[in-house]
């Protein structure tokens, strides 16, 4: 069932170990059916190697398991949470890329001190409190603090990001990463100046407006 999203969720598990955001078989994507609101998830523990599109678990948003034969994600509460909170959310993405991840050791979010940050996300990328793992812990420190950002550092653990679709959850997970590595760089030179607010605001509707190609 949900072929085209199970698909599309495989596809985007797979940019993961692409973009060198995980170690072994650590993190996650996850999708959501606009019109069942099943979820399309990886299983827990399978090789990025040996993924394969059917191998990907369906659940409904209380957690039952509607299609497959594995386990689902042991961070499918979290993801379940974000998706029965926020109806504009259709992708979720859980990683441990180190550079971001530093920052969330150390409970420090990430101001917007570059021109790529202020296009893509428009504002700082938020820290939580520490939360434990197995329930909807972590899933309400990403509500209640990701704001606008579609990226948030989980204290001592790592990274969750949102989008609309898959994709576009995958893709703030590989620009934050590449934003935490430059800023962790120009921290070994300096203290770096912040973006104004209202630049951060132009720079981010202009990007919203202009970027790309439009129909």
């Keep these: ?8 969720v495989y596809k985007m598990n797979m940019e993961l170990p692409r973009n060198n955001l995980v170690t072994w078989t650590s993190g996650n994507v996850s999708g959501r059916d606009s019109e069942t609101g099943y979820v399309v998830i990886k299983p827990s523990g399978v ?16 957690g039952n398991v509607i299609e497959g034969d594995l386990m689902p994600s042991v961070d499918t509460d979290s993801h ?50 520490y939360a434990r793992i197995g329930g909807d812990e972590i ?12 990226a948030i550092l989980l204290k001592n653990h790592g990274v969750f990001t949102i989008g609309s679709t898959p ?9 934050l990463e590449d934003i935490a590595k430059t800023v962790h760089l120009a921290l070994q030179l300096g203290q770096p100046d912040e973006i104004p607010p ?14 790309g190609q439009k129909k």
């Design 198 to 211: 209202e630049e951060v605001e132009r720079a981010h509707r202009r990007y919203r407006e202009k970027y």
């Design 167 to 175: 994709l576009y959850a995958v893709k703030a997970a590989v620009m």
């Design 47 to 62: 090789s990025y190697d040996l993924l394969r599109p059917e191998n990907l678990v369906v659940v409904d948003l209380q």
């Design 80 to 129: 379940l949470y974000v998706y029965k909170h926020r109806d504009d959310i259709g992708g979720v993405v859980h990683t441990h890329s180190p550079y971001a991840t530093a920052f969330a050791v150390l409970g420090l979010s990430i101001p917007v001190y570059l021109t790529a940050m202020a296009d893509e996300f428009g504002c700082s990328v938020p820290v939580s409190s």
């Design 1 to 8: 069932m949900l072929e085209k999203l199970r698909d599309e």
């Design 139 to 150: 899933g309400k420190e990403i509500v209640d603090k990701i704001g606008k950002s579609p």
